[in-house]
């Protein structure tokens, strides 16, 4: 055989062997797109956990509840109604109405407590629709924040939450309400010393806070356990992957996911999530008003997300065009037989 047609042989490559060279580079390939795209939905679900945990334990959040008692007639009648019977206890009334009434008239004290506890909810709802008694609230919660922060941690000394859950101080609305009983002829609280009162209305319940304390716990490990895969699957994607531009294409493809997933999870939840924090006077509107607060937060976040991966995407796309063009002006490495 002649030098040159050896020499032609040794510069050219069958088809085949082509193929079997193409083989690890597409594994390869595919390997790192899956990763780095399994790395985008981790470090979405990681940002919704620290988020959302976040939104939960925020002021804020819980302050917000005062939009309930403005806009909803049902949470206005829900505290006052609370506030009522608070007042009906703490005066003993049932114990009063029972010594007046004499022998078998007594077994009606039930049916007068009764009625002297609509009497005084009718007169508070007057005052839990007044601007004043909002800030009330407003000032009531951010005074029981931190313990119910210490509380859903598990650490600290808790004052204003016992057994019944987180309660809030209205005793500051008393004077208003006795004012609403004057002008209705009922001077029940005429000669009560008011600052003797502890007005403590149950915000929310006991199996409440304690199911909020289990969503704090798991969202605190899903923003640690995923930010961790995200940043282990991203590094072994880019080690792996030969076009790192189609993984980071990849990565992005996976945070819109992820993004959409989250979107469906909270979507589905929502009415869950009012449910299992409703008790107390933090009735279903309270409590919608709280999880809306954390969504709109929470959909704020993945929108920035999703911003940021599509700006990604198409950084990563022209990129890629731009490689494609680049890699097709490079000569073939072989060369072509002398003449």
């Known amino acids: 055989m ?24 597409r594994a390869r ?5 899956v990763l780095l795209f399994l790395a985008g939905v981790s470090a979405t679900f990681g940002v919704a956990s620290f988020w959302t945990a976040r939104a939960i334990l925020d002021e804020d959040t ?7 008692i403005v806009n909803n007639p049902q949470v206005q009648d829900d505290v006052a109604r609370a506030i009522a019977t608070q007042i009906v206890t703490v005066v003993g009334i049932d114990d009063l109405v029972g010594g007046v009434l004499p022998g078998p008239l007594g077994s009606l004290s039930g049916t007068v407590t009764q009625g002297v ?27 029981t924040h931190e313990e119910f922060v210490r509380a859903v941690d598990g650490s600290g000394r808790i004052v204003t939450i016992d057994s019944e859950g987180l309660s809030l101080d209205l005793g500051s609305s008393l004077v208003e309400i006795e004012k609403q009983l004057n002008q209705r002829g009922i001077d029940i609280l005429d000669n009560v010393n008011l600052s003797s009162i502890d007005l403590q209305v149950p915000l929310v319940d006991a199996p409440g806070l304690e199911r909020i304390q289990t969503w704090i716990q ?26 790192r531009w189609f993984a980071v294409m990849a990565a992005a493809v ?32 309270s ?16 929108l ?26 490079v000569p073939d490495d072989v060369s072509a037989p002398a003449a």
Request: aromatic residues 2%; charged residues 15%; glycine residues 8%.
């Open 117 to 143: 506890t609509d009497l005084i909810t009718l007169a508070t709802v007057q005052v839990v629709k007044t601007d004043a008694f909002v800030s009330v609230w407003e000032s009531a919660v951010r005074a």
């Open 29 to 33: 390939m595919i390997i790192g797109i």
């Open 218 to 243: 798991a969202l605190r490990v899903g923003s640690i356990v995923f930010p961790a895969v995200a940043v282990i699957a991203a590094m072994s994607g880019l080690l792996v992957a030969r076009r």
């Open 254 to 285: 996976g945070v819109v996911v992820g993004a959409g997933v989250i979107a469906l999870i909270t979507s589905a939840g929502r009415d869950r999530a009012i449910e299992e924090i409703s008790g107390g006077v933090l009735g279903v509107s």
């Open 62 to 68: 819980w302050v917000a509840t005062s939009k309930a």
């Open 304 to 329: 920035v997300a999703c911003a940021l991966a599509a700006v990604a995407l198409v950084a990563s796309l022209i990129a890629a065009v731009l490689d494609s063009r680049n890699r097709s002006n």
């Open 2 to 25: 002649p030098r040159s047609e050896v020499s032609e042989t040794s510069r050219t490559t069958s088809p085949s062997a082509v193929r079997v060279q193409q083989r690890p580079r």
């Open 287 to 302: 409590a919608g008003v709280i999880v809306d607060e954390v969504v709109s937060g929470l959909d704020r976040a993945l």
